[in-house]
């Protein structure tokens, strides 16, 4: 849902800023997880067209290079190019920067107030979003909000990781998946 949400709202951006839907292939970590993987997505009864459970064959034609391991393809995985998009968004009439790191937040009459390590509002809104993953744990704590959200107190980091490389790495780059 969010990502089709991005892209509607991100479609009209000019130039390369714009993601593209060109069908992303995961990879399952190890052969002995493609079945768990595989029976994950039959047992949510997923959209086949959001995502479906592919073999090492079907991976490897729709990459278009060879594979090691199937996993899932998710027909409507988006190419974004960070470096066009940021500076468009950064561009949107309404969309102001204000450098900081919020430490805690404080509700009050008008929403809430963020505010940084020495007590300073950065900014207030009527609703607030923390998309800094594994940081957020440390916000709503620091806010006195964590009690209440039990899940989110359990929450443990995973290594994440977005490579970056050379197209001709590639042979060519990236490709529409299937195409």
Do not use: K, Y
Not at 30 to 46: K, Q
Not at 87 to 102: E, S, Y
Not at 110 to 129: F, S
Request: proline share 7%; net charge positive.
């Amino acid at each position: 849902a969010g990502g089709g949400r991005a892209l509607g709202r991100w479609a009209g951006l000019p130039g390369g800023a714009a993601p593209g839907v060109w069908g992303t292939v995961q990879l399952d970590r190890d052969a002995g997880r493609a079945a768990a993987l595989a029976d994950t997505v039959a047992t949510l009864a997923f959209p086949a067209d959001w995502v479906r459970a592919v073999s090492r064959d079907e991976a490897s034609a729709l990459a278009g290079l060879p594979l090691a391991r199937g996993g899932v393809f998710f027909g409507q995985g988006m190419l974004v190019q960070p470096s066009e998009l940021i500076p468009a968004l950064l561009a949107t009439a309404g969309v102001r920067v204000a450098p900081g790191c919020v430490a805690r937040l404080a509700r009050d009459a008008g929403g809430w107030r963020a505010l940084d390590a020495t007590g300073a509002t950065l900014g207030q809104a009527a609703h607030v979003i923390l998309a800094n993953a594994f940081g957020a744990r440390q916000v709503l704590a620091a806010s006195d909000l964590l009690t209440p959200l039990p899940r989110v107190a359990l929450m443990s980091a995973l290594a994440g990781a977005v490579p970056l490389l050379p197209a001709a790495a590639l042979g060519g780059g990236p490709r529409r998946a299937g195409g």
